[in-house]
């Protein structure tokens, strides 16, 4: 593709054009468009770019129209969380010749029989994260002996999940002769080993400089005391317009609670999201705000790469993360697909050494700005006991989806991977 095409005059199926025209897209993005043609012409692929670009209708579009008219399942597409698979799944559906019976979801912390009865009906594509799909492998639930095309979306964060073991087991399971395409926000050294030992040839698609946030993106950079966080962040949200959607980043559960106390206390309806959360809270959390049902979101890390909202107005960097390859994922929650967005940031003094560390790895167009004025928090509002959290060591979030991934839910039990036999859960 040499030259810009719409969406109408490129080779995609009828139900994708509809699709596309219904959302108002006119024309391809960079990804999109520099990986539709090798897509169809069978090519293993990398296809690197920042958040927000369209990785995802990038091999969607394509896979749509190369899916062979046949019954098995030909496409397995892999993803680090539940919440990115059931975003691309509600993505595709509506293209699919057969709608959302053309794409089963397998993720763990669901119900593992009624995503049985979705397999079992052989559909073209599945969506899933690692261990569920080996769940589903091992115990011969799903076979893959037909599946000609995958595709690792986010791998990066697989990887850094630990899923490196399982992605070679699916892969073991699959015909020698595939198509394998491999969308990343990153490059690393972990995915360079994965495409020499498993992937011959792939030809890179490159978008843009992966280490740096999309050019619409203002950023903004406050330098404070840790004391002063919450009332420059009172400050910043006394003209905020409630029509707007933000996402509040905190670092750990226990400061993203205290976060999600604070903003009720001054008048924001908001969701929370971290590690300590039962899937099923996470996954209405995020449909709330989708829903522009709740102002902001309030997250830890967990939630940077797996949130696919439009029109997020501001993400707030509230605490800044200890690695600095979230912080790029966390602004990629804004300005997406082309649009305006900001990213403000609050710095304390005893996180200048994780702000040298984003510095190093991110190339930032940034803009440093004065404090303004702050307001005095009303006196009802209670603040979290600074001192006291710095004298207990307080844990960075931890990796709830790779411990959730361990064990899936049938009914009221508990089944381990490993095994397969049964056992009562605890209550």
């Known amino acids: 593709m040499n030259k810009q095409l719409s969406f109408q005059q490129m080779k995609l199926t009828k139900e994708s054009k509809d699709r596309l025209k219904q959302l108002g897209y006119d024309t391809p993005t960079p990804i999109q468009?520099?990986?539709?043609?090798?897509?169809?012409?069978?090519?293993?692929?990398?296809?690197?770019?920042?958040?927000?670009?369209?990785?995802?209708?990038?091999?969607?579009?394509?896979?749509?129209?190369?899916l062979p008219n046949i019954s098995g399942v030909h496409c397995l597409i892999l993803t680090p969380t539940r919440e990115l698979a059931s975003q691309i799944q509600k993505e595709i559906a509506p293209m699919a010749p057969l709608g959302r019976r053309s794409v089963a979801l397998a993720v763990g912390g669901s119900n593992y029989l009624k995503q049985k009865e979705a397999i079992d009906l052989h559909p073209p594509i599945i969506v899933g994260t690692p261990g569920r799909i080996t769940d589903f492998v091992k115990v011969g639930d799903l076979d893959l002996k037909e599946t000609s095309i995958l595709i690792l979306d986010e791998v990066d964060r697989m990887l850094d999940m630990g899923f490196l073991k399982e992605i070679y087991t699916i892969m073991k399971t699959l015909p020698s002769k595939k198509q394998v395409l491999l969308f990343s926000a990153t490059m690393n050294s972990q995915i360079e080993k994965l495409i020499l030992s498993e992937i011959p040839n792939p030809v890179k698609v490159e978008v843009g400089n992966i280490h740096t946030p999309v050019q619409k993106m203002q950023q903004v950079i406050y330098q404070m005391s840790r004391e002063e966080k919450y009332k420059a962040l009172y400050t910043l949200l006394q003209d905020w317009d409630k029509k707007d959607s933000g996402i509040l980043f905190a670092r750990t559960r226990e400061s993203a609670d205290e976060l999600s106390n604070f903003m009720e206390a001054i008048g924001f309806n908001i969701e929370t999201l971290h590690g300590g959360k039962l899937s099923g809270e996470r996954r209405k959390a995020i449909e709330?705000?989708?829903?522009?049902?709740?102002?902001?979101?309030?997250?830890?890390?967990?939630?940077?790469?797996?949130?696919?909202?439009?029109?997020?107005?501001?993400?707030?960097?509230?605490?800044?993360?200890?690695?600095?390859?979230?912080?790029?994922?966390?602004?990629?929650?804004?300005?997406?697909?082309?649009?305006?967005?900001?990213?403000?940031?609050?710095?304390?003094?005893n996180e200048q050494r994780f702000w040298k560390k984003i510095q190093e790895f991110c190339d930032l167009n940034i803009f440093y700005s004065p404090l303004p004025p702050l307001k005095e928090i009303p006196q009802q509002v209670k603040l979290p006991e600074f001192n006291k959290r710095n004298k207990v060591k307080s844990k960075t979030e931890e990796n709830p989806v790779k411990a959730n991934e361990k064990t899936f839910m049938t009914g009221s039990r508990k089944v381990k991977r490993s095994t397969g036999k049964k056992g009562k859960s605890k209550k």
Not at 40 to 61: C, I, M, S
Not at 320 to 344: I, K, M, Y
């Open 33 to 66: 468009q520099k990986s539709f043609q090798h897509v169809l012409d069978g090519r293993n692929l990398l296809g690197l770019a920042a958040a927000g670009t369209g990785k995802t209708l990038a091999f969607a579009l394509p896979l749509l129209k190369i």
């Open 288 to 349: 709330r705000f989708k829903d522009k049902k709740c102002t902001f979101l309030v997250a830890t890390d967990l939630a940077a790469r797996g949130i696919h909202v439009d029109n997020i107005h501001t993400v707030f960097n509230v605490d800044l993360p200890d690695d600095p390859e979230n912080f790029l994922h966390r602004v990629g929650r804004t300005a997406r697909a082309g649009n305006q967005g900001r990213s403000v940031t609050l710095i304390s003094h």
